[in-house]
């Protein structure tokens, strides 16, 4: 079983910047994927940013540029800053590894 617990969200206005941290515990073997999606009301979740075991990252076009995804695996936490935000951006940051999700956090953007 593995635990994620998410931070950092919370409301900001357009323009601002966020800083999601998810850590993990439980039976996590070795380096592996991590990854954050989003879940806007009444839309389908989708993958904001991943990043492997090698460190390769994965973006969402419409965050590239502005999102930075990173890990620190002697802490087995992954983090997600996020600059520019836009209201579009507004969404529930969930975390995700190996067939787990987190509880979730809410980033809203005001405009």
């Known amino acids: 079983q593995v635990q994620l617990v998410e931070s950092g969200g919370g409301l900001v206005q357009t323009g601002g910047s966020l800083r999601l941290s998810c850590a993990a515990s439980?039976?996590?073997?070795?380096?592996?994927?991590r990854a954050w999606y989003r879940q806007a009301p009444e839309k389908e979740r989708e993958l904001v940013a991943s990043?492997?075991?090698?460190?390769?990252?994965y973006y969402l076009d419409s965050v590239k540029g502005r999102f930075t995804i990173s890990r620190d695996n002697a802490k087995n936490t992954v983090y997600l800053e996020m600059n520019s935000l836009k209201p579009e951006d507004t969404a529930v940051y969930y975390c995700?590894?190996?067939?787990?999700w987190g509880q979730g956090t809410q980033v809203t953007v005001s405009s």
């Open positions: 995700f590894l190996r067939g787990f």
């Open positions: 439980g039976k996590i073997f070795g380096i592996n994927s």
């Open positions: 990043i492997s075991s090698s460190g390769t990252t």
